[in-house]
């Protein structure tokens, strides 16, 4: 049987029935077992991003995605070749076995994120937990479109339009959307100031359709695929998405142990 205590008129009642064990079991494992799930997602956007990678390594330029049809050498795959143009694979996509290959090496990178994660769990949780209230803080206010705002959204929304429709037959617009859409997407998001990052999420996720759609558009005029255009999309976004997300991360790691450091150690 657990103890009860009876609180003191200083002391909360929350500060004198001890907890079960049970439950900071339950908590940690529960703790342990999202940071695992982190790691693995991790991982598997490494492997997705190497996989992404050795289309430039495994074939001839830009291949067939600019609307080259005489492209030699069209392939993709980490760390085996998974499809080439023109091979039958027996009527599937891609070949089974570099496919299996592929896939247990992406799980065997993300299970090692995912333990490498679990070791440092207790620190990555308390900066989490500091970032997200330091972001709070200083995002107080709702966002709100001021006149200023509005009228920048506008020209953009207007040159953007302008550009689509001068250069919307021409390789050079899809190239642009492949090489610097993630770029445009990041600096219309980061746009609106002081607001939080779900916010930011809600104005970046119809925009990153809108520019997919045009994407579509701009192939179906050159004549390209719909797939094929899908997978320039893939292969060049994966590559930049995930250098600019470790780039970020590692920008906030280091801010946050920069300042652990700089805090004066607690009096006790």
């Given at each position: ?9 200083a ?18 494992t ?13 991982g ?6 190497a996989?992404?990678?050795s ?9 067939s ?54 070791i ?12 997200e ?7 107080q ?31 050079e ?44 558009a701009?192939?179906?005029?050159l ?24 780039a ?20 006790s």
């Open positions: 049987m657990v103890p009860y205590c009876i609180p003191s008129a002391e909360p009642m929350s500060e004198t029935i001890p907890q079960p064990r049970g439950n900071k079991t339950k908590i940690k529960k703790l342990k077992t999202f940071w695992f799930l982190r790691g693995m997602v991790l598997l956007l490494l492997v997705g991003t996989n992404a990678v289309y430039f390594v495994r074939s001839d330029g830009w291949g995605l600019l609307g080259d049809r005489q492209a030699d050498r069209e392939a993709i795959g980490f760390p085996l070749e998974l499809w080439r143009a023109g091979s039958a694979y027996g009527g599937l996509f891609v070949a089974r076995v570099p496919l299996l290959v592929n896939a247990l090496t992406a799980v065997l990178v993300g299970a090692c994120c995912g333990a490498l994660m679990v440092n769990h207790r620190w990555l949780e308390q900066m989490l937990i500091d970032l209230t330091r972001e709070r803080e200083a995002t206010h709702n966002f709100q479109f001021t006149l200023q705002g509005l009228l920048v959204i506008t020209v953009l929304a207007a040159v953007a339009a302008m550009l689509v429709k001068t250069f919307a037959s021409r390789p617009s899809l190239l642009f959307i492949y090489v610097l859409g993630p770029t445009a997407l990041v600096l219309l998001a980061l746009l609106p100031y002081r607001i939080a990052w779900q916010q930011r999420v809600a104005i970046l996720a119809p925009i990153t359709i809108a520019m997919i759609a045009v994407a579509l701009i192939g179906a005029s004549g390209i695929e719909f797939d094929v255009v899908l997978m320039g999309i893939f292969i060049c976004w994966v590559p930049q998405s995930m250098l600019a997300a470790t970020l991360t590692v920008s906030l790691m280091i801010q946050y142990q920069r300042q652990q450091h700089r805090q004066p150690p607690s009096q």
